[in-house]
């Protein structure tokens, strides 16, 4: 059972879905983001998500990093320093999909699975990286941190 978000400000958060049916109601989506955010030291952000299929989040990532193959999730940083910039100050990309196909792969819930690429997403926006086995280790534990705080049950353990 996911407990009651601890970060009530939804002016922060805006969620666009654009495949349906949603995996987890609006509130818990902007949670996970907060949850995330405040715990990398960024809380306050304003954050646009948008869920998206397999096909859509691999196109963004062969246009936007070069690489055509499908992926979880896409973080963009848009800040640029200044506190009184209007709209998004970070864009995250999320593959429906994706939660749907690895949970039932791993047996696991996908809205958990979704959360995870939230909480993940929204840490690459606080700067934490996953290319090198010590990055990649302090991220996991990161968002396992993150996952346990909104009430969500240990996963699967990953690489």
Partial sequence: MVVAPRFPDPSDV???WQV???LLDDAAVAAAVRAALAHGGRAGLHVGVVLVDD???AELHDRWLGDPSPT???AFDLSDGDPD???PQGELYVSVDCARRVAAELGGDPARELALYLVHGSL???GHDDHEPDERAAMRA???AVLAELG???GPPVD
Avoid: F, K, N, R
Wanted: proline share 8%; with cysteine.
């Fill in 152 to 154: 969500y049950p240990q």
């Fill in 20 to 22: 349906e049916p949603a």
């Fill in 85 to 87: 910039e209007s709209g």
């Fill in 14 to 16: 805006e969620v666009d």
């Fill in 55 to 57: 096909a859509t989040l």
């Fill in 142 to 144: 990161a968002e396992a």
């Fill in 72 to 74: 979880d999730v896409i």
């Fill in 124 to 126: 690459h926006l606080c």
